[in-house]
Nanobody, 120 residues
Framework: QVQLVESGGGLVQSGGSLRLSCGASGSFLSMNVMGWYRQAPGKERELVATVTSAGSTKYADSVRGRFTIVRDNAKNTVYLQMNSLKPEDTAVYYC??????????????WGRGTQVTVSS
């Protein structure tokens, strides 16, 4: 199984920046897609950004140009640099990893989430 630990959330003013980090540990054959999702109060969880092991990225339209996802394959760590933050970015941010388990099955793990609050 894979455990994900997020860090870097907090309170920031509108226009500010934060960097989230997520480290993966455990036993697996390969780590495929890593990414960030978020869930605001009363809303469904939504994709923010993902990155493959080859470095291909995908962003939600609402964050493209403001957020950057970066991955360190050697450390099994993914980062989310968030700039020009807006109050509507306020949410709990969850790290996700898709990997191949020791039994060759495709699996997915979630972190516990980190709160990001942007004040206006």
């Amino acid at each position: 199984q894979v455990q994900l630990v997020e860090s870097g959330g907090g309170l920031v003013q509108s226009g500010g920046s934060l960097r989230l980090s997520c480290g993966a540990s455990g036993s697996f054959l390969s780590m495929n897609v890593m990414g960030w999702y978020r869930q605001a109060p009363g809303k469904e969880r939504e994709l923010v950004a993902t990155v493959t092991s080859a470095g291909s990225t995908k962003y939600a339209d609402s964050v493209r140009g403001r957020f950057t996802i970066v991955r360190d394959n050697a450390k099994n760590t993914v980062y989310l640099q968030m700039n020009s933050l807006k109050p509507e970015d306020t949410a709990v941010y969850y790290c996700n990893a898709e990997f191949i388990g020791l039994d060759w099955s495709s699996r997915s793990s979630w972190g516990r989430g980190t709160q990001v609050t942007v004040s206006s």
